[in-house]
T-cell receptor, first 112, second 115 residues
Framework: QKEVEQDPGPLSVPEGAIVSLNCTYS??????FMWYRQYSRKGPELLMY????GNKEDGRFTAQVDKSSKYISLFIRDSQPSDSATYLC????????????FGQGTRLTINP | DVKVTQSSRYLVKRTGEKVFLECVQD?????MFWYRQDPGLGLRLIYF???????EKGDIPEGYSVSREKKERFSLILESASTNQTSMYLC??????????????FGSGTQLSVL
């Protein structure tokens, strides 16, 4: 079993829809959680960061962590075609990118 | 604008060749990383370096080596390329002690095909 599981999709939704992207994990020591967005033919870029449990909101994006269920989510409101990308979750038990464990990535397409 | 630059976007090599992938960052970052990205497997860390001439193995170092002679440059070396090393290679950098979020900055990747 992988330490971090993420449905690879692809996921296709109409413009304006609410999108929910999810990851589950098995290591209860994880406490730093991130979402990276990767456009086609580009490297990933950090989108959201959350420490421990709770929610974090940034514009149309909300990151949610439920440590009791070992489950994290990224919600995108009022989705736009420019949100079409692959979204990767990542997490670690300590500060320091060298220990980041990435999910497989979910490929998302927003249709105009 | 901060940048991580990978020298080649696409590379085609033959089995057994020695392959060099180069990466340069202009952010004066201490940490540099090499990942490979494969469908269904996500990003896997090959090697990382936290200082000049310092390196540590990641999760899949077999068949790879690295070199960091200058702070801004981190090279990945495939001593004898094999077909199972066909992949997208991503270089990244981060600032040590860069706050609670040690943000990774990625290059655009090198798609390597080994025939």
């Amino acid at each position: 079993q992988k330490e971090v599981e993420q449905d690879p999709g692809p996921l296709s939704v109409p413009e304006g829809a609410i999108v929910s992207l999810n990851c589950t994990y098995s290591n209860s020591a994880f406490q730093y959680f991130m979402w990276y967005r990767q456009y086609s033919r580009k490297g990933p870029e950090l989108l959201m960061y959350t420490y421990s449990s709770g929610n974090k909101e940034d514009g149309r994006f909300t990151a949610q962590v439920d440590k009791s269920s070992k489950y994290i989510s990224l919600f995108i409101r009022d989705s736009q075609p420019s949100d079409s990308a692959t979204y990767l979750c990542a997490m670690t038990s300590i500060q320091g990118a060298q220990k980041l464990v990435f999910g497989q990535g979910t490929r998302l397409t927003i249709n105009p | 604008d901060v940048k991580v630059t990978q020298s080649s976007r696409y590379l085609v090599k033959r089995t057994g060749e020695k392959v060099f992938l180069e990466c340069v960052q202009d952010m004066d970052h201490e940490n540099m990383f090499w990942y490979r990205q494969d469908p269904g497997l996500g990003l896997r860390l090959i090697y990382f370096s936290y200082d000049v001439k310092m390196k540590e193995k990641g999760d899949i170092p077999e068949g790879y080596s690295v070199s960091r002679e200058k702070k801004e440059r981190f090279s990945l070396i495939l001593e004898s390329a094999s077909t199972n090393q066909t992949s997208m290679y991503l270089c990244a950098s981060s600032s040590r002690g860069g706050g609670a979020e040690e943000k990774l900055f990625f290059g655009s990747g090198t798609q390597l095909s080994v025939l």
